[in-house]
């Protein structure tokens, strides 16, 4: 009889807590056009295969009357699940209680998931929606931050860690998305900002809505903290639930292999390329060209796009495609794609999946205001990168691949296990046009007719420089190949891979130009 | 799901790199990038958006390098404005209270 009243009392306990702020503020938040914390953890994971912790944990507040509050979780919802099957750790601000706001409780919940994340070497996806530090616990809730944060590092490189923003996230607490592998922002919903726009303005006399100061596409365009840009939160889980599906547990495992499906007849790769090196095309149709399914999952869409960079499969195993894209700035490398570029070259070393580089580019931008951000810093970025990357490497050189620029994407000088070429192939210490004039420069100048002569030389170093030829004499192409073959000898060149092994001078870690 | 703004490729401008002209599109971040002009040492401009506190100096002052023009409280800080070389002030284009933004012309030199 008493077993049976424990049991009903337990079950009242947890009805109370999942009621979070309560009505009232479910109401606030859906008005808000939100979802609760809870509904959106169970909209990302599978169906009944969440199981919630430290439900019961109430704060530790004693001033400012405090110790009267009930604060539900402490305002947050911590715990496991699984997506596709894969386990999965998770914690989602709850912002109908007080706000969301991050307390010494609250923070241990969430490092305690962490710390079990790290352990079980388990992916930890984070829901951020929360008025920021609980102001009533003073430094208490720095305090917790500061946990956050440092056990971020910890875990990077070892497990992947998503960090998705649905609602504010403001002041000290964007620090843990940033110290994440992948960022994930909804329109209308992601705030993060160091410091709000009520503040710029008393302070600095700036005025700014706060979606044009920190809201989605400002991130995902033109700051670059955000990874994945969405329309709403059902899009935003779809994203999450397809890049799990996509890459390893840890840092321990590869990414699982599904069955290899060809890639389908609409993505020509023949028709896809122009013939005229200066007329622009869409990358990612030769990408879909080449990958199983024609299946491409594009990161940082909307960011430097003049490199495109995401997942794809080939021969059911997980890639990462790092490619110029002609179609923006002729797809030179500048300050953003070199960081974009980095970064996630870094990302896939860490994880085990191999890296796939399509090059047509025609160098670095030219610019004061390049030179002046530290282009030489940035660029800088790539090459370190790929040198220190140890997993399967291969470049296809498309069209143009000149002066540092083909350098620095995945030469076989920082060694790339396999570089192939297309026949259209430059691969030149720079364009025709400025070689000619450069090399040529008394002959043109001489001329009775420079412009006729200018003509006639770039033609000459063309026709003798501007192919894959001069660079597969020397061995620094291992074959050119035709744009129909590329698929099939990627799939060689991975399979001749599949027991890469290099060894790297040790050391406790270098010192990557940041 | 494709979230670019540009739906329709159509006509691509023209981008001049040093190996030669494309055709391609510009980022937003591109065109919007500002172009690098000569500084001109005779304009002092605010380095940092902030507050003016006080103004010592009127146009027509001579003033020696080092002397202090002027008082920005920016950051909580009360950052001296100081005279760049010895000169006449030409023209003084804030006033105590004002609020200004990052840029803002604050004093010419003659």
């Known amino acids: ?514 | 799901m494709d979230h670019t703004d540009e739906k329709d490729y159509g006509e691509y401008p023209t981008l001049s790199i040093s190996s030669g002209l494309y055709k391609t599109g510009l980022t937003k971040k591109f065109k919007e990038r500002k172009n690098w002009s000569v500084p001109n040492p005779k304009k002092i401009y605010a380095i940092i958006p902030g507050t003016i506190l006080d103004v010592y100096v009127k146009p027509g002052h001579s003033v020696k390098k080092g002397e202090t023009l002027l008082i920005l409280e920016a950051m909580k800080m009360q950052n001296q404005i100081t005279m760049p070389f010895d000169g006449k002030i030409k023209k003084v284009y804030v006033q105590p209270d004002e609020v200004i933004k990052k840029l803002h012309l604050m004093i010419e030199i003659q």
């Open chain 1, 1 to 514: 009889m008493s077993l049976k009243r424990n049991i009903q009392e337990l079950r009242e306990r947890k009805i109370e807590v999942q009621k979070g702020g309560g009505d009232k503020a479910i109401e606030k938040q859906a008005a808000m056009g939100k979802l609760t914390a809870r509904e959106r953890i169970l909209a990302i994971l599978d169906e009944n295969s969440f199981h919630e912790y430290d439900m019961f944990v109430s704060h530790l507040a004693r001033d400012f009357n405090m110790e009267k509050k009930i604060l539900h979780g402490d305002g947050v919802i911590t715990g496991t699940g699984t997506i596709h099957g894969s386990p999965i750790c998770i914690y989602a601000q709850d912002f109908t209680v007080a706000g969301g706001s991050l307390g010494l409780m609250h923070a241990r919940k969430i490092t305690k998931i962490m710390d079990h994340a790290l352990k079980m070497r388990v992916p930890l996806i984070g829901i951020n929606d929360s008025g920021g530090a609980r102001i009533q616990e003073g430094v208490n809730s720095l305090a917790g931050y500061g946990e956050i944060f440092f056990r971020n590092t910890l875990a990077s490189g070892v497990i992947p860690q998503l960090s998705v923003i649905l609602g504010p996230c403001a002041g000290g607490a964007v620090y843990s998305p940033a110290l994440t592998d992948f960022v994930f922002v909804v329109e209308n919903i992601s705030k993060m900002f160091i410091t709000g726009p009520s503040v710029i303005k008393t302070v600095l006399g700036e005025e700014i809505s706060m979606e044009e100061l920190g809201g989605a596409r400002v991130h995902c365009e033109t700051a670059g903290n955000a990874h994945f840009y969405a329309k709403n939160e059902q899009e935003c889980f779809d994203q999450i639930k397809k890049l799990i599906e996509l890459i390893p547990r840890s840092n321990t495992e590869k990414a699982k292999r599904v069955e290899t499906k060809e890639p389908r007849k609409e993505y020509n790769i023949e028709e896809i390329v122009p013939e005229n090196a200066r007329l622009p095309y869409d990358i990612k149709d030769v990408i879909r060209s080449i990958a199983d399914d024609s299946e491409f999952f594009e990161i940082m869409e909307l960011y430097a796009p003049n490199i495109v960079i995401g997942f794809g499969r080939l021969d059911g195993q997980t890639c990462g495609f790092v490619a110029n894209q002609p179609k923006y700035l002729a797809g030179v490398l500048d300050c953003d794609s070199s960081d974009k570029a980095a970064r996630f070259i870094r990302y896939c070393d860490s994880f085990n999946i191999p890296i796939i580089t399509l090059e047509d580019m025609p160098g670095y931008l030219p610019g004061v205001d390049q030179e002046h951000m530290g282009v030489i810093r940035h660029g800088a970025k790539i090459l370190y990168a790929y040198s220190e990357a140890t997993v399967p490497k291969i470049t296809v050189i498309i069209r143009k691949a000149y002066g540092g620029g083909y350098i620095a994407m995945n030469s076989r000088h920082l060694r790339a296990d396999f570089v192939f070429a297309w026949p259209t192939a430059e691969i030149a210490v720079m364009g025709p046009e400025g070689a000619a004039n450069i090399v040529f420069r008394k002959e043109i100048q001489e001329a009775s007719n420079p412009e006729a002569m200018r003509k006639q030389k770039i033609e000459e170093y063309k026709e003798k420089f501007a192919n894959p030829f001069v660079a597969a004499a020397q061995g620094y192409i291992d074959e050119v190949i035709e744009p129909t073959e590329t698929r099939s000898m990627l799939l060689h060149a991975l399979s001749v891979a599949e027991n890469k092994s290099v060894s790297m001078p040790r050391k406790k870690h270098g010192i990557p130009p940041f």
